[in-house]
C-alpha cells in the first residue's frame, strides 16, 4: 500500500529534527480559526447587504446575523467530540488539511450564500463546514505537541492554543481593512472579504499542514528522562477515549472547565456595555472598545502564560489560583465601581481574563496528567463540550440577571453586582471539582500497545 | 534546518504582532 503526504507514515519526523518546528505549525491553524473570535466584525456589515450603507428592507436583522457564530461554536464544540478519535487515528497533518478545507471552503460558500442573498448558505457554510474546521483544527496539533515536549506539555499546548486567542487580534483589523479596501458604490465589501480571508486562511493553513511532524515512536528529548517516581497527578499510564469519559476524573476536568470559561465568557460579551454601565458618563463607546482590546490581549497572554505555569507549580495548582484569584478579583469588582476606579477596575478584567485563557490553555497538559497521551487529543476534543455548555451558561447568566435587576429598579450601575457575585459561586464549584481531582483507577487503563 | 525554522517563526509571529500592535494602539485610547 502507497503511503501519501497527508498520512500519519509520512509525517514521522527523521533524526535530528528541530522539535521547535512544530508549534509554528500549530500557530498557523490556531492562529487562522481563532478569526472565529472577531466574526462579531462582520455583524453590522451583514445586516447591510441590501442598503450598502443602512439596513434595507429584505436586509437581514441582528438577530438572524448572531445565529452564524453560535452555530460555528456548537459546531466547533461537536466537531470535536465526534471527531477526535479520527484525528488520533490520521495524525496532524491530515486532520490540518481537512481543517484547512473545511475553513477556507465555509468562507467560500458563504460568499455564495451573500451572493444570493441566502442566509441559510452562510449557516451552512460559516457555522457548519466553518465550525467542523474550528473544531478539527482546534484539537489536531494537541496530542502531537504533547508527545513533542513531554517536559514542557503545559508551554507547548499553551503556545498552539495562544494562537487561538490571537486568531482574533489579527482578524479584527483585517476584516476592517478588507472591507474598507472593497468597498464600492454597490456593494460594501463583506462578498469580496469573505472570498480572500477564505483563500488566505486556507493558504496559511497550509503552512502548518506542510511543516507539522510527528516524534518517531522511540524519540525522546536529548538529555530527557521520565520521572520514575511521577508526580501524585502525574500518570505514567494510559486511559483510551472510550473510557475516559466513564471516570469521575473526564467529569470533575469537565466541571473545571466549564465553570471557569462560563465566568469569563460571560463577561467578555458584556465587557463593553458593562464598563460604560458602571463608570456611566466617564466612558465612551470609543473607550468601552479598547477596553475589549486590551482584555483580548490578556486573553491571549494568559494562555501562554498560565499554561507554561503550570509545567512547574502543577495543573492542579494553576486552577486552584484561577478559582480563589478568580472569587477574590469578582467579588471586589462591586467595590471598584462604587470607589469609581477605572485603573483597578481594568486591572482586574485583566487577570481575570488572563485566567480564562489560562483555563484553556492548561486543560490539554492536564489531560495529558491524567489519562497519558495515548489518546489525549480524542479526549480533549470530548472535553471541549464544556466549551459548548459554557458558551451559553455564562451569557445567559450574566444577561438575564442583569436585565432582572434593572426591570426590578436597580440602577444599571449597579445591576452588575449580583451578576459577580453569582460568577464567584461558578468559580467555587470549579475549586470544588479541582479540588477533589484524585489519580484515575487502574481498572481504566489501557492494557494494549500504544502507536 | 536553522533557516526553516526562523522563517517558520517570523511567518507566525509576523501577524501576530501586527495583531497586538494594532490592539495596543486602540487600547492607548483608554489611557488618555
Given at each position: 500500500?502507497?503511503?501519501?503526504f497527508?498520512?500519519r507514515?509520512s509525517?514521522v519526523a527523521?533524526?535530528?529534527?528541530?522539535?521547535?518546528l512544530?508549534?509554528?505549525?500549530?500557530?498557523?491553524v490556531?492562529?487562522s480559526?481563532g478569526q472565529?473570535y472577531?466574526?462579531?466584525?462582520?455583524?453590522?456589515?451583514?445586516?447591510k447587504?441590501?442598503?450598502i450603507?443602512?439596513?434595507?428592507?429584505?436586509?437581514?436583522?441582528?438577530?438572524?446575523?448572531?445565529?452564524?457564530?453560535?452555530?460555528?461554536?456548537?459546531?466547533?464544540?461537536?466537531?470535536?467530540a465526534?471527531?477526535?478519535?479520527?484525528?488520533?487515528r490520521?495524525g496532524?497533518?491530515?486532520?490540518m488539511?481537512?481543517?484547512?478545507l473545511c475553513?477556507?471552503s465555509?468562507?467560500?460558500?458563504?460568499?455564495?450564500?451573500?451572493?444570493?442573498?441566502?442566509?441559510?448558505?452562510?449557516?451552512?457554510?460559516?457555522?457548519?463546514l466553518?465550525?467542523c474546521?474550528l473544531?478539527?483544527?482546534?484539537?489536531?496539533?494537541?496530542?502531537?505537541?504533547?508527545k513533542?515536549f513531554?517536559?514542557?506539555?503545559?508551554?507547548?499546548?499553551g503556545?498552539?492554543i495562544?494562537?487561538f486567542?490571537?486568531?482574533?487580534?489579527?482578524?479584527?483589523p483585517?476584516?476592517?481593512?478588507?472591507?474598507e479596501?472593497?468597498?464600492?458604490?454597490?456593494?460594501?465589501?463583506?462578498l469580496?472579504?469573505?472570498?480572500?480571508?477564505?483563500?488566505?486562511y486556507?493558504?496559511y493553513m497550509?503552512?502548518?499542514?506542510?511543516?507539522?511532524?510527528?516524534?518517531?515512536?522511540?524519540w525522546?528529548?536529548?538529555?530527557?528522562?521520565?520521572?520514575?517516581?511521577?508526580?501524585?497527578?502525574?500518570?505514567?499510564?494510559?486511559?483510551?477515549?472510550?473510557?475516559?469519559w466513564?471516570?469521575p476524573?473526564?467529569?470533575?476536568?469537565?466541571?473545571?472547565?466549564?465553570m471557569n470559561?462560563?465566568?469569563?465568557?460571560?463577561?467578555?460579551?458584556?465587557?463593553?456595555?458593562m464598563?460604560?454601565?458602571?463608570?456611566?458618563?466617564r466612558?465612551?463607546p470609543?473607550?468601552?472598545?479598547?477596553?475589549v482590546?486590551?482584555?483580548?490581549?490578556f486573553?491571549m497572554?494568559g494562555?501562554?502564560?498560565?499554561?507554561s505555569t503550570?509545567?512547574?507549580?502543577?495543573?492542579?495548582n494553576?486552577?486552584?489560583?484561577?478559582?480563589?484569584?478568580?472569587?477574590?478579583?469578582?467579588?471586589s469588582?462591586?467595590?471598584?465601581?462604587?470607589?469609581?476606579?477605572?485603573p483597578?477596575?481594568v486591572?482586574?478584567?485583566?487577570i481575570i481574563?488572563s485566567?480564562?485563557?489560562?483555563?484553556?490553555?492548561?486543560?490539554?497538559?492536564y489531560?495529558?496528567?491524567?489519562?497519558?497521551?495515548?489518546?489525549?487529543?480524542a479526549?480533549?476534543?470530548?472535553l471541549?463540550?464544556?466549551?459548548?455548555?459554557?458558551?451559553?451558561?455564562g451569557?445567559?447568566?450574566?444577561?438575564?440577571?442583569?436585565?432582572?435587576?434593572?426591570?426590578?429598579?436597580?440602577?444599571?450601575?449597579?445591576?452588575?453586582?449580583?451578576t459577580m457575585?453569582?460568577?464567584c459561586?461558578?468559580?467555587?464549584?470549579?475549586?470544588l471539582?479541582?479540588?477533589?481531582?484524585?489519580?484515575v483507577?487502574?481498572?481504566?487503563?489501557?492494557?494494549g500497545?500504544?502507536? | 534546518?536553522?533557516?526553516?525554522?526562523?522563517?517558520?517563526?517570523?511567518?507566525?509571529?509576523?501577524?501576530?504582532?501586527?495583531g497586538v500592535?494594532k490592539?495596543?494602539?486602540?487600547?492607548?485610547?483608554?489611557?488618555?
Amino acid at each position: 500500500m502507497t503511503t501519501s503526504f497527508l498520512d500519519r507514515e509520512s509525517t514521522v519526523a527523521p533524526p535530528g529534527f528541530n522539535r521547535f518546528l512544530v508549534p509554528p505549525a500549530a500557530l498557523a491553524v490556531h492562529l487562522s480559526i481563532g478569526q472565529a473570535y472577531a466574526f462579531s466584525t462582520f455583524n453590522l456589515p451583514l445586516t447591510k447587504l441590501i442598503g450598502i450603507t443602512h439596513s434595507a428592507p429584505g436586509d437581514w436583522d441582528l438577530k438572524q446575523v448572531g445565529w452564524i457564530f453560535s452555530i460555528a461554536i456548537v459546531f466547533l464544540g461537536s466537531s470535536a467530540a465526534v471527531f477526535g478519535r479520527w484525528v488520533e487515528r490520521v495524525g496532524p497533518r491530515k486532520s490540518m488539511f481537512t481543517a484547512a478545507l473545511c475553513f477556507g471552503s465555509g468562507f467560500l460558500l458563504s460568499a455564495f450564500g451573500i451572493h444570493l442573498h441566502q442566509l441559510w448558505l452562510i449557516y451552512l457554510g460559516y457555522g457548519v463546514l466553518g465550525g467542523c474546521g474550528l473544531g478539527i483544527g482546534y484539537i489536531s496539533p494537541v496530542s502531537t505537541l504533547i508527545k513533542w515536549f513531554p517536559d514542557r506539555p503545559g508551554m507547548a499546548t499553551g503556545m498552539a492554543i495562544m494562537g487561538f486567542g490571537g486568531g482574533a487580534l489579527i482578524a479584527a483589523p483585517l476584516s476592517v481593512m478588507l472591507m474598507e479596501h472593497f468597498k464600492t458604490a454597490a456593494s460594501n465589501g463583506v462578498l469580496e472579504t469573505f472570498v480572500t480571508m477564505g483563500v488566505i486562511y486556507f493558504m496559511y493553513m497550509m503552512i502548518g499542514v506542510y511543516s507539522v511532524r510527528v516524534p518517531a515512536a522511540d524519540w525522546k528529548p536529548a538529555g530527557w528522562v521520565a520521572p520514575v517516581q511521577p508526580k501524585q497527578l502525574v500518570t505514567s499510564a494510559n486511559v483510551a477515549v472510550d473510557m475516559a469519559w466513564r471516570t469521575p476524573q473526564f467529569w470533575l476536568l469537565w466541571g473545571v472547565l466549564c465553570m471557569n470559561v462560563s465566568a469569563g465568557i460571560g463577561v467578555i460579551g458584556q465587557a463593553s456595555p458593562m464598563i460604560q454601565e458602571i463608570f456611566a458618563g466617564r466612558v465612551s463607546p470609543a473607550v468601552a472598545a479598547s477596553f475589549v482590546g486590551l482584555i483580548s490581549l490578556f486573553n491571549m497572554a494568559g494562555r501562554i502564560f498560565w499554561a507554561s505555569t503550570s509545567d512547574y507549580i502543577g495543573r492542579r495548582n494553576t486552577y486552584m489560583i484561577f478559582f480563589l484569584l478568580g472569587i477574590v478579583l469578582y467579588s471586589s469588582v462591586p467595590t471598584l465601581g462604587h470607589l469609581g476606579s477605572i485603573p483597578l477596575f481594568v486591572a482586574a478584567f485583566c487577570i481575570i481574563l488572563s485566567m480564562y485563557g489560562g483555563g484553556f490553555a492548561t486543560i490539554p497538559a492536564y489531560l495529558r496528567d491524567m489519562f497519558g497521551t495515548y489518546q489525549v487529543g480524542a479526549i480533549h476534543g470530548r472535553l471541549l463540550t464544556a466549551w459548548s455548555v459554557a458558551g451559553v451558561l455564562g451569557p445567559v447568566l450574566v444577561n438575564y440577571i442583569r436585565q432582572y435587576q434593572i426591570d426590578n429598579g436597580v440602577p444599571k450601575a449597579q445591576a452588575y453586582s449580583i451578576t459577580m457575585y453569582i460568577m464567584c459561586g461558578l468559580l467555587l464549584i470549579g475549586f470544588l471539582c479541582n479540588f477533589a481531582m484524585r489519580p484515575v483507577k487502574e481498572k481504566y487503563h489501557y492494557r494494549g500497545s500504544t502507536p | 534546518m536553522k533557516g526553516r525554522l526562523v522563517i517558520l517563526w517570523v511567518a507566525v509571529g509576523i501577524p501576530l504582532l501586527w495583531g497586538v500592535m494594532k490592539t495596543l494602539q486602540n487600547a492607548m485610547k483608554l489611557f488618555h
